[in-house]
């Protein structure tokens, strides 16, 4: 790999160890006592908000592939006058 990603990749992983050392300590300091069904909604909203966001992204992703962006922006009607 040359130096260049290097200076990317380790600041990155030095705020991603910050951010999950933050989550650990404040689950420790504020959760206090989280009866069972508050754990199964925290792992559903969690899974749900990463179901919406990968299938709207999926959406996003097929919708340039497919050429409906082009259409919508007005450049698919240059594209065929020429």
Avoid: C, T
Wanted: negative net charge; charged residues 10%; hydrophobic residues 55%.
């Amino acid at each position: 790999m040359s130096m260049g990603k290097w200076y990317v990749i380790v600041p990155l992983l030095a705020v991603l160890v910050a951010a999950l050392w933050f989550a650990g300590s404040a689950w420790i300091e504020f959760a206090g006592d989280i009866p069972l069904y508050g754990y199964f909604a925290i792992i559903g909203g969690v899974f749900f908000s990463l179901l919406i966001g990968g299938g709207l992204m999926a959406l996003a992703f097929y919708s340039d592939r497919a050429g409906y962006d082009d259409m919508a922006s007005g450049q698919h009607d240059q594209n065929n006058k020429s």
